[in-house]
């Protein structure tokens, strides 16, 4: 008997530079998830239309959040890799499913409530795309019949929306839609900011001290970390917990994630040491990650038409897929 490998999706929305929160909450996963599944690594420009930035370059976003893909292991010939607007069925399920959604359902997003009124300067620019985004979102899941959706924690209420809308019209319709299971790792799952610790890292946070980007130089890593809030208690204490210890905490997950060693073992191996010895130690182990990272980035990003070519094979193929589950839906609804 054959069976089948599920299929896993995931998308980065290239809304600016990205950062380890990006890659540590979901893309390091995607180079060994590709041997077990079949993978889905979307570029999300559509959902980066929410924020209008004019002093920041789309088009490049959109490359450099393909080389990033490429660049921590992704494989073309294994996975596929596309870009969100070339497969125009994410829209055409979008209209479909915001039928299906209520309004008082999006306003409860925490998402929206954050970004509402902390991005786009609340009652005088709210976009509509800003309120619709986890419709999209759930669009881009429902259309691959995903089985698993790698992300950080903050995407975990978007993926219980999106089971909502598949339940709803399966219940209706038969069974159309395969319901998503959210894979969030027990740490980092979450990256906070470096100078505060209760909030969630962004690559749009206004003050960068307080995000490492994956393009960050090293002596900006290194003075970054440096300057990362700690507490004040009078003894150095390495060990994790988020009530008591966010700052450290954060730093316990950033260093176990590139190191891939659990932070229960971190903590043992780091009882005694000061607050400084320890940013330094994780300064080094991020400065050497990244300086690996950026390396193979770089291959890549200079390469465009490589880079156009993988999207272009990659979007071929996702149609195909997309196609299947939108006929499926139409037929369903009627539409002739
Ligand atoms: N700080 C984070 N810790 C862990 N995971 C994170 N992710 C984002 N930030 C962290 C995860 O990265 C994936 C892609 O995220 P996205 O770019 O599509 O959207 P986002 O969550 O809105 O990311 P940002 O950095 O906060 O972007 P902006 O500032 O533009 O809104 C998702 O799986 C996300 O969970």
């Not at 970004?115 to 985004?133: C, M």
């Amino acid at each position: 008997m054959i069976l089948s490998k599920s299929i896993l999706f995931s998308a980065v929305q290239p809304s600016g530079k990205l950062t380890i929160g990006n890659y540590i909450g979901t893309m390091r996963h995607w180079s060994k998830m590709q041997n077990d599944y079949h993978c889905l690594y979307c570029v999300a420009d559509l959902h980066s239309l929410t924020i209008q930035d004019k002093n920041f370059s789309l088009r490049e976003s959109i490359l450099d959040t393909i080389s990033f893909y490429l660049a921590c292991g992704v494989d073309p010939n294994k996975s596929i890799i596309f870009i969100q607007s070339h497969v125009p069925q994410h829209s055409q399920l979008n209209w479909i499913l915001n039928c299906f959604s209520q309004f008082s359902e999006l306003l409860r997003m925490t998402q929206f409530k954050i970004k509402k009124t902390i991005k786009n300067n609340y009652i005088k620019n709210t976009n509509v795309g800003l309120f619709n985004y986890p419709i999209l979102m759930a669009s881009d899941i429902l259309l691959y019949q995903t089985n698993f959706v790698p992300v950080g924690r903050d995407q975990k209420q978007h993926i219980e929306l999106t089971r909502n809308i598949a339940n709803r019209i399966n219940a209706l319709y038969g069974n159309i839609f395969t319901l998503p299971v959210p894979l969030i790792s027990k740490y980092g799952s979450k990256i906070m900011s470096l100078l505060e610790p209760r909030k969630k890292m962004s690559k749009s946070d206004i003050n960068k001290k307080n995000v490492i980007f994956l393009l960050d130089d090293i002596p900006s890593v290194v003075l970054k970390i440096k300057n990362a809030v700690t507490d004040s208690e009078k003894l150095s204490r390495i060990c994790f917990d988020l009530e008591k210890k966010p700052g450290i905490s954060n730093l316990l997950e950033i260093f176990s994630s590139i190191t891939n060693k659990e932070v229960h073992i971190l903590s043992e191996e780091l009882k005694g040491i000061t607050y400084s010895e320890f940013k330094s130690i994780v300064s080094d182990h991020l400065s050497k990650f990244l300086l690996q990272l950026q390396k193979s980035y770089f291959k890549y990003r200079c390469n465009e038409s490589y880079l156009k070519k993988v999207a272009y094979e990659g979007a071929f193929k996702a149609q195909l897929k997309a196609k299947q589950t939108l006929n499926k839906i139409n037929l369903k609804l009627g539409l002739v």
